[in-house]
């Protein structure tokens, strides 16, 4: 079975520019999550999709940040502008829906680096 | 509101030394419990879960067992190997959000 996969892998910029980054999560898993995780921290829940709607961006900075799923499928967060301290890994994972969505599967992520 | 706190790292260990790595969590009611593993260049995995108070987790000769009295779930292996070196995330699921620990970052030399 595929994992989640996400690209890019790295991705440098100069703040005030914009960044997109893509994922697709296991196929048939309804939950879609992309978190951020800052160097020496533990993830941060961004935003959590349900099929192709949002089920929670309380902490998406709404002023930079979006993200869609349009399909219900694969996803993607977007940046823009990008500050310094947007530098991190964001993470994207998945779960079934039910009672077997407590495990969440992440990808591998993508390091992001603003300059 | 809910959160999670690890122990500081990193923790430095002689292979075949025994590990202990702290977590203590703050929630209402009775969350479910996870520990994760990173290793280096690598995804965040899943190592093992608990559910429910005094159920005990297990992987790959890893154990924690959900304490509700002192609200911890601490990570524990008797021997540990050079290839259990990576960052280890204690979390809780609560309300379908998984929120993280910092993270201990564990080196094992040989």
């Known amino acids: 079975e595929a994992g989640v996969a996400q690209s890019p892998r790295y991705k440098i910029i100069e703040k005030r520019q914009s960044v997109a980054f893509w994922c697709n999560p296991i196929s048939g898993h309804a939950t879609l999550y992309w978190y951020q995780q800052i160097l020496g921290q533990g993830p941060k829940l961004l935003i959590q999709f349900q099929n192709n709607g949002v089920v929670d961006d309380s902490q998406l900075p709404k002023d930079r940040f979006s993200a869609e799923r349009l399909k219900g499928v694969d996803s993607t967060l977007k940046i823009q502008p990008a500050k310094l301290e947007d530098s991190a890994v964001y993470l994207c994972?998945?779960?079934?829906?039910?009672?077997?969505?407590?495990?969440?599967?992440f990808g591998p992520g993508t390091r992001l680096t603003v300059t | 509101g809910n959160s999670v706190t690890q122990m500081e790292g990193p923790v430095t260990l002689s292979e075949e030394a025994f590990l202990t790595i702290n977590c203590t969590y703050t929630?209402?009611?009775?969350?479910?419990l996870f520990w994760y593993v990173q290793y280096p260049g690598e995804g965040l995995q899943l190592l093992l879960k608990?559910?429910?108070?005094?159920d005990k987790g297990s992987n790959k000769g890893f154990e924690a067992t959900y304490r509700k009295e002192t609200t911890s779930f601490h990570l524990e292996k008797g021997s540990v190997q050079v290839s259990d070196s990576a960052v280890y995330f204690c979390a809780l699921l609560q309300g379908g959000k998984l929120i993280f620990g910092q993270g201990t970052e564990l080196s094992v030399k040989p």
């Open positions: 929630a209402t009611g009775y969350p479910s």
């Open positions: 994972a998945s779960s079934l829906s039910g009672p077997l969505s407590y495990e969440q599967y």
């Open positions: 608990a559910t429910k108070a005094d």
